[in-house]
């Protein structure tokens, strides 16, 4: 099942359990608008490159509409279309004032220099910037894509509109970016963790972590995990895996890398292989990178006992229905990973108000905001005897519904 049916398959059971109108059903499922753009660039050899971009814009029954631009050769329309739903209902689980979007270029980001990456950026910006705008849809970074590359997309549509800064989130701090967003999806990650754990009456110190990507979510999950006394005992991206049982020394796993060292020869551990990395015995492990990865082929082999979904859809259906059985824990990234998207909404309030948070407030913030969603997913549970996922679907999917309804958007 494909990501984009796997979501509406949640959202649909979400919407029976909440006995939602077939009506208000269909209309939250279809998105409001799709758009595809022919986005074609010089490349520095002068020859011509062109990509397609897209943004989807879900749902804005709640606020303007809000989500990444990811960068990497598998966006696309399928895709693009389930991440923007997600994004719906993670806004509405998270309690900020937003609608969903998502947007993405086909395109390997590692191939392309500098020079083409700005342009290839400012080419998609130009195509949407009458689409987009401050209260109406406001981009972020996802994957492939960072604090540079919302700089460009800024400048790029304040040359369309005059200085926008709320028009992005996730952007440099000297361009009016949020301190600790950069830091915010792995710093939520761990909030939830500790939420979660707490439930059980265990918590980081004491328990081992594996987790996959060290990209702005992985590298911050492992930092503040490693920080709050969590063993991570293994860890892998697109180049490798490594595991260390007696717990990797992260900081001295990021030093590593910041001078430009490659995972595998890092002595601190030894080196796995990557397969082996989402199978491997631990107490959490937290996917922080692709869609799918846990899927009918590894499921039945997760030693895990409890999954953070750090990535967006890294459980695909099947998988998703064998963990259920084996008694894994899986906390949902509509909850798990909105750390993000909090931290951006802090962003744009700022950038409304003309003020700048100091970096404790907007972490104390997140953290309010990250306990009192799972409390909410926690009553939903409890109300509708259902699991995690789908007390995080049935919040996120009740509190949209709420707001089409007092709108008069039902037909
Ligand atoms: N950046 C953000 O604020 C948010 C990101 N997310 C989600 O988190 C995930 C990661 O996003 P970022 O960290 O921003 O991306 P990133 O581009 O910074 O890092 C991606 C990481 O995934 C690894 N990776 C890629 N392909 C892989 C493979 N086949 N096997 C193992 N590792 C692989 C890369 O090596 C890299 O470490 C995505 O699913 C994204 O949608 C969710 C919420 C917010
Ligand atoms: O920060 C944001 O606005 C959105 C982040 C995002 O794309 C996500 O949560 O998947």
């Known amino acids: 099942m494909n990501a984009l049916a796997a979501t509406s398959r949640n959202f649909r059971q979400a919407a029976r359990l909440l006995g939602l109108d077939s009506k208000i059903e269909k209309s939250l499922l279809i998105p409001l608008r799709e758009i595809k753009v022919e986005c074609t660039i010089p490349k520095d050899d002068g020859t011509l490159a062109t990509f397609v971009g897209f943004r989807v814009q879900h749902d804005n029954a709640r606020g303007p509409m809000k989500g990444g631009i990811r960068y990497h050769p598998e966006v696309d329309p399928n895709e693009v279309n389930a991440l923007a739903q997600l994004m719906t209902w993670k806004t509405a689980v998270a309690a900020v004032p937003y609608g969903g979007a998502k947007g993405g270029i086909g395109c ?30 406001v981009p972020a970074p996802d994957m492939g894509t960072n604090a540079q590359t ?65 990209g702005n979510v992985g590298s911050w999950a ?20 490594l595991r260390n049982k007696s717990g990797i020394d992260i900081p001295a796993l990021m030093k590593h890398r910041d001078e430009g060292g490659s995972l595998k020869d890092f002595h601190g551990a030894e080196v796995i292989d990557v397969a082996e990395l989402l199978v491997h015995e631990c ?51 509509i909850y798990a990973n909105s750390g ?8 744009w309030v700022q950038n409304i108000q003309g003020f700048m948070w100091d970096e404790e407030k907007v972490n104390m913030e997140l953290q309010r905001y990250m306990k009192s969603a799972f409390q909410h997913i926690k009553a939903m549970c409890k109300s509708q005897n259902c699991n995690l996922r789908m007390g995080a679907f049935s919040l996120g999917v009740n509190r949209v519904a709420r707001a089409t309804l007092l709108r008069g958007w039902e037909a």
């Open 283 to 333: 107490d959490v492990l937290v996917p922080c990178a692709l869609g799918g990865v846990l899927n009918r082929e590894n499921a039945a082999d997760v030693k895990a006992r409890i999954i953070i979904e750090g990535a967006n859809h890294p459980t695909d259906t099947e998988a998703d229905e064998i963990l259920d059985k084996k008694g894994v824990i899986v906390l949902p990234d």
């Open 222 to 241: 492992a930092k503040l995990i490693h920080q709050k006394g969590g063993k991570v005992i293994a860890v892998g991206d697109v180049t490798g895996a």
């Open 150 to 214: 919302m700089a460009w997309m800024l400048d790029e549509y304040s040359k369309f509109h005059g200085h926008s800064p709320a028009v992005v989130t996730g952007k440099p701090i000297d361009l009016g970016g949020s301190l600790g967003r950069d830091a915010a999806t792995g710093r939520g990650a761990m909030y939830a963790t500790e939420n979660l754990l707490a439930e059980y009456g265990e918590s980081i110190p004491g328990s081992t972590f594996v987790i996959q990507g060290l």
């Open 340 to 347: 993000g998207v909090i931290v951006s909404y802090f962003e």
């Open 108 to 137: 390997s980001p590692g191939e392309l220099s500098r020079s083409e990456l700005e342009r290839l950026t400012r080419v998609f910006t130009q195509k949407i910037h009458d689409l987009i705008g401050i209260n109406t849809d």
